[in-house]
């Protein structure tokens, strides 16, 4: 009988419908699951029953999926991501790939653990303040601006290039937004003197698989956020601060931003656990989903 993925999105779009094909030419049957709709069930069900009764996931009724691929975990509440986590962690428990796993997701959605681990494993991160407290955030960013440098905040959360913002000035100090009452400051990495770009590059397995230039309008260089895609050679040097990037986060694929300032370092300034990679294909011959279904596959021969 063909192995059964659930493909974890609420909405799957143009990259769920790739994966999903993907799946299939590889002879494998998939169904997309919106972690809403699951539940745990404990203390119900006879022994034999007992996972499959315990765990409900919505088109595995009968047995419960062979591997669960991540594309989407939704936003809402605290309570409702820590339980949409709760599902993912509960697949893993029961020895089930989940690809990324929940922990890896927790880490790269949050920026200030994505930055520690970085800086733990000896990446070079941007210096990062995170906390509560505003008086120590407005002496971090006082500090850099004394340095010549300009300071980032960003949601701890954000994704896309979203609610970003540039602070470049001591009037700036008390007229950005923090969000939901955390700030991430980072110290802003000058890429050039006309425009700002960064790369990103894709990892999958110990592999780079595809890499890209992007450049924005403004010094937000997401595709999300209007940002253009150049294609880019695969530079060892790029290749090698990816993988301990991707490493030091534990994933099994990563999409890795990476930023060149002007004396040539590199400096990683996030992992993202579900990356897109439409615009990176547009400038790179190859099919994205493919390769990760064939590492996907391999993953959960080895186990998770
Ligand atoms: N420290 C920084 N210095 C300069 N530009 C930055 C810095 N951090 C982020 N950026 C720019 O903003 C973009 C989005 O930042 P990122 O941390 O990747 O957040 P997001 O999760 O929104 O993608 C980056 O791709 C880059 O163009
Ligand atoms: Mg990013």
């Not at 470049?168 to 969000?179: G, L, P, Q, R, W």
């Not at 890499?211 to 880019?232: H, L, T």
């Not at 695969?234 to 290749?239: G, H, M, N």
Request: glycine share 8%; charged share 20%; proline share 2%.
């Amino acid at each position: 009988m063909s192995k059964h993925i659930a493909l974890v999105t609420d909405d799957p779009g143009w990259h769920g419908r790739q994966l999903h094909d993907a799946f299939l030419r590889k002879g494998y049957k998939c169904t997309n699951v919106s972690l809403a709709d699951c539940y745990i069930n404990v203390g119900c069900g006879d022994d034999t029953e007992k996972n499959k009764n315990t765990l409900y996931i919505p088109g595995f009724e009968d047995s419960l999926p062979d591997g669960v691929f991540v594309r989407g975990v939704q936003g809402g509440t605290l309570e409702e991501v820590v339980f949409y986590l709760d599902v993912l962690h509960a697949l893993h428990e029961l020895n089930i790939l989940v690809y990324n796993s929940a922990r890896a997701i927790e880490r790269s959605v949050d920026k200030g653990m994505t930055s520690f681990l970085l800086d733990q494993a000896g990446i070079l991160t941007p210096p990062t303040w995170v906390g509560n407290d505003v008086h120590q955030a407005y002496s971090f960013i006082r500090r850099e601006l004394a340095l010549g440098n300009k300071v980032v905040a960003k949601p701890l959360f954000g994704s896309q290039g979203k609610d970003l913002q540039l602070i470049s000035k001591a009037e700036d100090i008390t007229n950005f937004k923090v969000y939901n009452k955390i700030y991430y400051l980072q110290r802003f990495i000058t890429t050039g003197d006309q425009s700002a770009f960064d790369w990103r590059v894709f990892v999958i397995g110990d592999e780079v698989v595809a890499c890209m230039k992007r450049e924005g309008m403004d010094w937000i260089s997401n595709v999300a956020n209007g940002g253009k895609c150049y294609s880019a050679m695969i530079d060892d040097q790029f290749a090698s601060i990816s993988k301990r990037a991707v490493r030091a986060v534990d994933m099994h694929y990563a999409g890795v931003d990476v930023m060149q300032d002007l004396h040539g370092k590199l400096w990683v300034t996030e992992v993202n656990s579900i990356p897109a990679w439409k615009g990176l294909e547009s400038v790179n011959n190859l099919v994205v989903a493919d390769k990760l279904v064939e590492n996907f596959i391999n993953s959960m021969g080895v186990g998770n």
